[in-house]
């Protein structure tokens, strides 16, 4: 129980715990970030072909989506057309209706 006797700190009290352990750390030593680094490279490298090609399935699918959504739009409005009209059925509408709204 420290906080009963009259005793003096020192400055490094006063920093926190964060202060200190940011005080004690220290980066790696530079053969291994080398070595971290050349690893990562090479399995960077490995994936680069399967990931170039997963790409480039992903746009031709996303153009094919931008292509036939519009044209499903176009197709359901149009089904929906009765003498040039937007025709809604529901219960929904029969409430409306009835509301007089």
Same mark, same amino acid.
């Given at each position: 129980?420290?906080? #009963?006797?009259?005793?003096? &700190?020192?400055?490094?009290? !006063?920093?926190?715990?964060?202060?200190?352990?940011?005080?004690?750390a220290?980066?790696?030593?530079?053969?291994?970030l080398?070595v971290?680094?050349?690893? #990562?490279l090479?399995?960077? #490298?490995?994936?680069?072909?399967?990931?170039?090609? !997963?790409?480039?399935?992903?746009?031709?699918?996303?153009? #094919?989506?931008?292509f036939?959504v519009?044209?499903?739009?176009i197709?359901?409005? &149009?089904?929906?057309?009765?003498?040039?009209?937007i025709?809604l059925?529901?219960?929904c509408l029969d409430?409306?209706?009835?509301?007089?709204?």
């Amino acid at each position: 129980m420290p906080l #009963l006797w009259n005793e003096r &700190r020192g400055a490094e009290w !006063k920093q926190g715990w964060v202060g200190q352990t940011m005080s004690a750390a220290s980066l790696p030593p530079l053969p291994l970030l080398t070595v971290f680094a050349i690893v #990562l490279l090479f399995l960077l #490298l490995s994936h680069y072909g399967s990931l170039k090609e !997963k790409m480039h399935h992903n746009i031709i699918n996303f153009k #094919l989506v931008l292509f036939v959504v519009p044209v499903a739009l176009i197709f359901v409005t &149009r089904s929906m057309m009765v003498n040039g009209k937007i025709a809604l059925q529901g219960p929904c509408l029969d409430t409306i209706r009835q509301a007089g709204g």
